[in-house]
């Protein structure tokens, strides 16, 4: 079955860095669309980021300017590199595949940033 297995989350202080990783197996990791998600206590999930399978990125207003997202597909892997970090970004980041025939999710890796 497909498994994307989400690295990389930690605690880190106000305007520190940090870089989350997700592994895909299992799909034919150049055909999807790879997308970052993220859930804060007590709120819903939301859009952070996607790298389309065509080479285009889209970002959501909040982490634009701070939050990179690359993807290596020899490597079936994608990264989401956040730098300025603020406590706002405290909360479980998801990474999601889109494929022709479905989505598939990571378990998340939890963020806090906090002093």
């Known amino acids: 079955q497909v498994q994307l297995v989400e690295s990389g989350g930690g605690l880190v202080q106000p305007g520190g860095s940090l870089r989350l990783s997700c592994v895909a197996s299992r799909i034919i990791f150049s055909s999807h669309t790879m997308g970052w998600y993220r859930q804060a206590p007590g709120k819903q999930r939301e859009f952070v980021a996607t790298f389309t399978n065509r080479g285009s990125t889209n970002y959501a207003d909040s982490v634009k300017g701070r939050f990179t997202m690359s993807r290596d597909n020899a490597k079936n892997t994608v990264y989401l590199q956040m730098n300025s970090l603020k406590p706002e970004d405290t909360a479980v980041y998801y990474c999601?595949?889109?494929?022709?025939?479905?989505?598939?999710w990571g378990q998340g890796t939890q963020v806090t940033v906090s002093s």
């Open positions: 999601k595949a889109q494929g022709p025939i479905g989505a598939y």
